[in-house]
């Protein structure tokens, strides 16, 4: 066995969102989801044995609370049988808990650092079975380009897949709007949000979108990527406002940056929206365009910063 192995995964944004659990101890979802990984944003995860009485985890090398990990490899003893304390240290290179899913590009990580550190068989689907019960989204974070999380009944069936493993060509650039930690939990969120009386329209329709995302993916056609995602997306965040309590993620910057561009696609550039359980917008453009729409969305928001991103590689071990 190996003292320390470090392992790198990329964090991932959905063009077709995870938001709901049907089966919130396990993160089963209620809908299956699509995402692309992106290559700018990753997490860097260093796993040893320890003597010591806890795992403990110091993160961008500082000293942070380690009960979600604690619980995460509390799990994996119970799955592969016990093994001493673990000691975790991890650099994140993704704006923390802004709506960026740096819990993705984490638990990816982790899991892989772990499946090192025990010896396990490196089979992909396993591993995001495991990376799942850490954060659902980081099933999808085991793999390259585009993956799909089927979302299945149980443990067993619940995992991603590699979709299709290339560049189409998409870019996406990253309004960051806020730093800081996010409000709402997004197991919170979605408990909340599967009580709009909308959701499972949401959820039916988000079926029929997800068979048109990979349709869009095969052919190579951008726009349609974007509106399908977009539309995904913005019913996503409708939940959240019709929820019996409702909230929003959205900050006036947030519509700023949607109605910009929104006129930008008016105005003949491809240019969509998505947004997660943050304020920050992603914007989804093709490699040809993103230069000249960053260009314009920094002369309207000279405040904000703004990060290209296009399609990174699956997880690996450093
Ligand atoms: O993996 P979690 O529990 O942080 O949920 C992520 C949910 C969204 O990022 C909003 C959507 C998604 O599919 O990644």
């Known amino acids: 066995m190996k003292n320390i192995v ?151 069936s619940s995992f991603a897949e590699s979709f299709y493993n290339e560049d189409i060509g998409l870019s996406m650039i990253v309004a960051e709007i806020s730093a800081e930690k996010k409000k709402m939990s997004s197991t919170k969120g979605m408990q909340l949000a599967q009580t709009a009386p909308t959701y499972s329209a949401w959820v039916e329709k988000s079926a029929i979108q997800l068979e048109e995302m990979k349709q869009a993916i095969l052919n190579a056609d951008i726009e349609k990527v974007g509106l399908v995602a977009q539309d995904n997306a913005l019913g996503m965040h409708e939940q959240n406002r019709l929820s019996n309590q409702p909230f929003d993620y959205f900050t006036h910057e947030t519509r700023h940056v949607i109605d910009f561009v929104n006129q930008a696609y008016q105005s003949g550039l491809l240019a969509f929206v998505t947004i997660d359980a943050g304020p920050n917008v992603k914007i989804i453009t093709d490699h040809a365009t993103e230069k000249v729409l960053l260009a314009k969305l920094q002369a309207e928001f000279p405040e904000l910063t703004f990060d290209i991103a296009r399609a990174g590689g699956a997880y690996e071990y450093l």
């Not at 938001?19 to 699509?34: E, H, M, R, Y």
């Not at 290559?39 to 942070?64: G, Q």
């Not at 290179?93 to 090192?116: K, R």
């Open 6 to 156: 470090t392992a790198r995964a990329h964090t991932n944004i959905a063009l077709i969102k995870y938001w709901g659990k049907a089966d919130i101890a396990l993160n089963i979802p209620t809908t299956s989801s699509l995402s692309m990984t992106l290559e700018p944003f990753y997490t860097t995860t260093s796993v040893e044995f320890t003597d010591n009485e806890s795992d403990s985890l110091i993160l961008n090398s500082e000293v942070a609370d380690s009960s979600r990990v604690s619980q995460f490899l509390e799990m994996m003893r119970g799955q592969y049988g016990n093994f001493p304390k673990v000691m975790i240290q991890s650099e994140n290179h993704v704006p923390t808990a802004a709506g960026l899913a740096s819990s993705a590009s984490s638990f990816a990580a982790l899991t892989a650092a772990m499946f090192g550190l025990l010896d396990l068989e490196k089979d992909d689907s396993e591993m995001s079975r495991i990376a799942r019960r850490g954060s659902g989204s980081a099933s999808r974070s085991i793999f390259g380009n585009f993956s799909v999380w089927n979302k299945g009944e149980d443990h067993q």
